[in-house]
């Protein structure tokens, strides 16, 4: 550590902006925890969700820790992989059929070094972009993911903040954004809890990391978006009318 802060100072000193010495460092960081990609040893967190035993189950060896409180040498399951993304400080985890089964987050600078680590659900409830609108389901993550239930959809527009955050501000339009906001996480509830209740009448186990990776999905999926109920329509007229207050 107290290396990286001399180099830090040095190139700095030499000319080159701060960011971006510490962003080379953290993508430096990022390369020696995931390493070789044909060898199965990398080096993650030692703060994880779920327990550590959940892990070991599914067949993760943790080996010696570093003594630094934040990362530890370990062995990731037989064919799985770690893959870094566009982030300097989040990494993928896949497994043999190339499902992506979790993350972490590792932060290598110097002055603030930490890492978490995370198992995901095979299936949950998610919400993605599709055209105009916002599609809120339960199945699996991802573009190719399969929807087993469609809960429903709300327009991209009902979003105030934008038009707040780029207009003229006073606390009169903060009070209307902040109730357009409170109408809309109401809304989004509404949904996310219809796509939970499927989830737990069907799949009650779906919340265990370990669940459901060995099930057959194929032919299950659904395309078919509910019609809006009323009490969705009357909210999404509330938020376009404060909307339209607050553009005045």
Known sequence: ???????????????EKQGDVIEEM??????????????????????????????EKVGFVFLECTGDGVMQDALIPADWSVKATDHAMWND?????????????????????????????????????DGDNTIVYFGEDGEKGTKLHIAGQYSNELDAWGIFNEGKRTDAKRELWKMSDDVLDALRNELNNKAKEFGAENYPEYQDELCYWDLDLAGKGVTEIPAKDEMQTAREKVILELIEEIEK
């Not at 430096?28 to 779920?50: D, F, H, T």
């Open 93 to 129: 985890i896949f497994d043999e059929q190339g499902r992506k089964r979790g993350n972490f987050f590792y932060k290598a600078s110097f002055y603030d070094r930490r890492a978490h680590m995370n198992l995901h659900n095979r299936l949950d409830v998610h919400s993605v972009k």
């Open 26 to 55: 953290e993508k430096r960081g990022q390369l020696v925890a995931i390493g070789n990609p044909n060898v199965s040893k990398k080096q993650l967190p030692e703060e994880m969700q779920p327990d550590k035993s959940v892990y």
């Open 1 to 15: 550590m107290e290396q990286d802060a001399l180099e830090l100072l040095a190139r700095v000193f030499d000319g």
